[in-house]
């Protein structure tokens, strides 16, 4: 099946969606949840990954093949990734060189490539306080490959439902023969989020998908994942759940996306969508620094309470105990986040982002 893409307009809710997604993550980890809540969002931020990006490589022809001096425009494209992404990261690997993490001190070349989920897979454990970037990682890999794998599978939605297939069967294939440890780490293991971002690209407007665009068919599709979880984990059957958690996320999150975005951008009223709130709207925009420094934030934090409430002290232990508790930690770690953020944004992205913006794709042909 080919489709006529249609133009990419402005979509304010999914800034919306960039700050509950996040702190769905961030809130994930330091609250230290025992039901997955963080992976709602790391889905929902790689189908809607998927969708932006291939909306890009389509409409600017940045993929191999396309009509024109698309090696051009590719390399416009990657530095424009450029610009947006590495720069940020940089600042917070430089922010966590201060604090003696041994895994980034140890891998350094890892980290500033950015290959940091294949060492996370080469080392089976997380690194303390950058456990999160192998998501960046993934991010830039996926970045660098996209548009190669889009000029061979083109705009149908049969070979990018083949390409989510073969994530799904790469995670089995993997786990069966290597090991299931860490697989999710690996670039393959995430293109169903990815193609899944893709097909909603081409089918967003089509009849079909506009009618399960629709919050009861979201809410579903969310509690179907959430009993999935459940299923999986009251039968003992965590390695099932590892399989297939994020091909059934996927497919909530590209409901989700598909509802949000349902009506025209013109046509949004701030009246009447909760994803428009002000508040919303500015988390949204700085949802990438706070995603950077959140798992560097409770680093800092436990070194301070445990120097000041030595074990020694009176009531030291209670008082470790209180300040290190899930709700003392978000209470407190809330604001910093997003202060951090906003400095994040207002010094090196939005000044980036008005660099990148003058960077434009090439249209000779």
Same mark, same amino acid.
């Given at each position: 099946?080919?489709?006529?893409?249609?133009?990419?307009?402005?979509?304010?809710?999914?800034?919306?969606?960039?700050?509950?997604?996040?702190?769905?993550?961030?809130?994930?980890?330091?609250?230290?949840?025992?039901?997955?809540?963080?992976?709602?969002?790391?889905?929902?931020?790689?189908?809607?990954?998927?969708?932006?990006? *291939?909306?890009?490589?389509?409409? &600017?022809?940045?993929?191999?093949?396309?009509?024109?001096?698309?090696?051009?425009?590719?390399?416009?494209?990657?530095?424009?990734?450029?610009?947006?992404?590495?720069?940020?990261?940089?600042?917070?690997?430089?922010?966590?060189?201060?604090?003696?993490?041994?895994?980034?001190?140890?891998?350094?070349?890892?980290?500033?490539?950015?290959?940091?989920?294949?060492?996370?897979?080469?080392?089976?454990?997380?690194?303390?306080?950058?456990?999160?970037?192998?998501?960046? %990682?993934?991010?830039?890999?996926?970045?660098?490959?996209?548009?190669?794998? +889009?000029?061979?599978?083109?705009?149908?939605?049969?070979?990018?439902?083949?390409? %989510?297939?073969?994530?799904?069967?790469?995670?089995?294939?993997?786990?069966?023969?290597?090991? *299931?440890?860490?697989?999710?780490?690996?670039?393959?293991?995430?293109?169903?989020?990815?193609?899944?971002?893709?097909?909603?690209?081409?089918?967003?407007?089509?009849?079909?998908? &506009?009618?399960? %665009?629709?919050?009861?068919?979201?809410?579903?599709?969310?509690?179907?994942?959430?009993?999935?979880?459940?299923?999986?984990?009251?039968? /003992?059957?965590?390695?099932?759940?590892?399989?297939?958690?994020?091909?059934?996320?996927?497919?909530?999150?590209?409901?989700?996306?598909?509802?949000?975005?349902?009506?025209?951008?013109?046509?949004?009223?701030?009246?009447?969508?909760?994803?428009?709130?002000?508040?919303?709207?500015?988390?949204?925009?700085?949802?990438?620094?706070?995603?950077?420094?959140?798992?560097?934030?409770?680093?800092?934090?436990?070194?301070?309470?445990?120097?000041?409430?030595?074990?020694?002290?009176?009531?030291?232990? /209670?008082?470790?105990?209180?300040?290190?508790?899930?709700?003392?930690?978000?209470?407190?770690?809330?604001?910093? +986040?997003?202060?951090?953020?906003?400095? *994040?944004?207002?010094?090196?992205?939005?000044?980036?982002?008005?660099?990148?913006?003058?960077?434009?794709?090439?249209? *000779?042909?």
């Amino acid at each position: 099946m080919s489709a006529n893409i249609p133009p990419i307009a402005y979509r304010p809710t999914l800034n919306g969606v960039r700050a509950i997604a996040v702190w769905l993550v961030v809130f994930g980890h330091w609250a230290r949840l025992p039901f997955p809540v963080g992976e709602m969002g790391r889905i929902t931020f790689f189908v809607l990954s998927g969708y932006l990006i *291939s909306g890009i490589i389509w409409k &600017q022809r940045v993929h191999s093949g396309a009509s024109g001096p698309w090696w051009s425009r590719l390399r416009t494209f990657y530095q424009r990734r450029i610009l947006r992404t590495l720069p940020p990261y940089y600042a917070a690997l430089a922010l966590g060189a201060l604090l003696p993490l041994a895994t980034l001190h140890e891998y350094p070349g890892w980290f500033i490539l950015p290959f940091s989920n294949v060492l996370f897979y080469r080392l089976q454990h997380w690194g303390e306080g950058v456990g999160h970037y192998w998501t960046m %990682a993934v991010d830039e890999q996926f970045y660098l490959i996209w548009p190669f794998l +889009l000029g061979l599978v083109g705009q149908r939605v049969s070979t990018l439902l083949a390409v %989510a297939l073969a994530g799904l069967l790469f995670r089995v294939a993997w786990s069966a023969w290597i090991t *299931s440890n860490f697989v999710l780490v690996l670039l393959p293991s995430c293109l169903d989020m990815f193609a899944l971002g893709a097909i909603l690209r081409i089918t967003e407007h089509h009849g079909r998908v &506009q009618q399960l %665009a629709r919050g009861q068919w979201v809410l579903l599709a969310w509690l179907g994942w959430v009993g999935l979880w459940g299923i999986t984990h009251l039968t /003992d059957a965590h390695a099932l759940w590892l399989l297939t958690y994020t091909s059934a996320g996927s497919g909530a999150a590209f409901l989700t996306l598909a509802w949000v975005m349902r009506q025209p951008a013109a046509d949004y009223d701030p009246g009447n969508s909760f994803l428009l709130n002000p508040f919303l709207q500015w988390v949204g925009l700085r949802s990438y620094g706070c995603y950077l420094y959140h798992l560097l934030l409770p680093v800092f934090y436990q070194r301070a309470v445990f120097r000041l409430f030595p074990l020694n002290s009176p009531h030291g232990a /209670d008082l470790r105990a209180f300040w290190l508790s899930p709700l003392a930690t978000v209470a407190v770690l809330t604001p910093l +986040l997003i202060a951090l953020a906003a400095l *994040s944004w207002n010094l090196l992205e939005s000044p980036l982002n008005r660099w990148k913006d003058r960077l434009s794709y090439t249209t *000779s042909e």
